[in-house]
């Protein structure tokens, strides 16, 4: 695996400081008998002394990258804001557009950068300007709590009605759409509607373009989540065929804390209102529609680096890894009968986030215990999620540093607990 860290080296070296933004080191040579993943494993300093099995949160940063960010803040803290006013506050900042922008299929003046996909979200959600008195706004149980709330805002704000659709634990793809398109039937003057393509709380993988079809030949506009499936699963963002998208770059892309963007279909801009009278840019220009104020400039310095050892590595072979990884735990307890599995096996129905619950703990109070005592007792860290339509469950999720070792360890762990 020299070429990995030769390689590796050779594009940090070349992205130091705000070199970084134009960064075009070769990429990484991959050995022709595919990936070593111990390699890779070694490549990120992880504490030792318990087995993190809660990655859906945000990803931790590999060695290199981790230098790559501590080099832009040694650069940000000696060169000021000399190098913000000369350097990026305008074009450094369309460069970063015009790359994400490639990564996602859109074009650059469709993609607003962003602390994160709660902001994007939270912004694309208040300020959508076609909900009437009388409408409808429609979300899951399952859907992450800060968009609800926005849902909610929005809703009370226009007098429109909420509408929550209540997902079965056992979900199968077929199931989600029919799910979604009873509710859209049944509530004929919902306008607005928040899908989320993995879920955070059971890493269930929601058919959102299936679903966006159907929303759309109802006159129902979508805002998509994709903060759980941007950088895991293998799509750009037309595939999805929502008009509105929000993501982040902190979880499986890798980047650092506080990164994200938002994305609008061009046709549709003049749909989304302009972030609290923003005066900046114009209306006819996305980046109206977000005002963060000043931001970690050097976590955005180093999204290109980012995004280099992220395609190195590329989205397929993460996907069929963590994927591996999350089949080799879940098949071992799949059948047992004190353990209830809340992903499905379905191809294309899961990622690397999966949950489970023991059999009669359904409280989040019984799950809190659960994690802790996992962690205190066989000092493995997850993390209780509540929300499920049958209660709440513990959520596991390796990552490229996971070993199947560890995983055996929540296995065994998990047999002694129930």
Sequence with gaps: MEGFQAGRRKLLGAAAGWTALTATAAPLTLPSGGIDWETVAQSYDVATDFTNLENAYYGIMPRALLEEFKRNMDYLNRYNSHHLRQQFDRAGMEQLRVQLAAHAGVAPEELAITRGATESLQNLICNYKLLKHG????????????????????????????????????????????????????????????????????????????????????????????????GLLDFKLPDLGADFVGAN????????????????????????????????????????????????????????????????????????????????????????QRVQIMTPDEAGSYGAV??????????????????????????????????????????????LFTRTADLDKLVAAIRAIA
Excluded at 317 to 335: F, I
């Design 354 to 399: 999966t949950s489970f619950r023991l059999t009669g703990r359904t409280s989040f109070e019984q799950n809190v215990a659960l994690a802790k005592r996992l962690l205190e007792q066989y000092r493995i860290f997850t993390v209780a999620r509540p929300g499920p339509a049958g209660g709440a469950c513990i959520r596991v999720t390796p990552s």
């Design 249 to 336: 770059l902190h979880k499986w892309v890798g980047g650092p804390l506080g990164t994200g963007f938002l994305y609008i279909r061009k046709e549709r801009l003049a749909d989304i209102g302009v972030e609290r009278g923003d005066e900046d840019y114009p209306a006819s220009d996305i980046r109206s529609r977000v005002h963060s104020g000043t931001v970690n400039v050097a976590a955005l310095m180093t999204i290109p680096a980012t995004l280099k050892l992220h395609e190195e590595i590329g989205l397929v072979n993460r996907g069929n890894r963590l994927g591996g990884l999350r089949d080799h735990w879940v098949h071992q307890l799949r059948g047992d």
């Design 135 to 230: 409408d409808g706004v429609m979300y899951a149980n399952l859907d992450y709590d800060a968009m609800k709330y926005a849902m909610n805002d929005v809703a009370q704000r226009h007098g429109a009605t909420v509408t929550q659709v209540l997902l079965p634990d056992q979900l199968t793809r077929q199931l989600a759409i029919e799910s979604y398109d009873k509710a859209l039937r049944e509530h004929p003057r919902t306008r607005l509607l928040l899908l989320t393509h993995i879920n955070h709380r059971t890493g269930f993988v929601l058919p959102v373009a299936d679903i966006v079809n159907i929303a759309k030949a109802r006159g129902v506009d979508v805002i998509a989540d994709v903060a759980q499936s941007w």
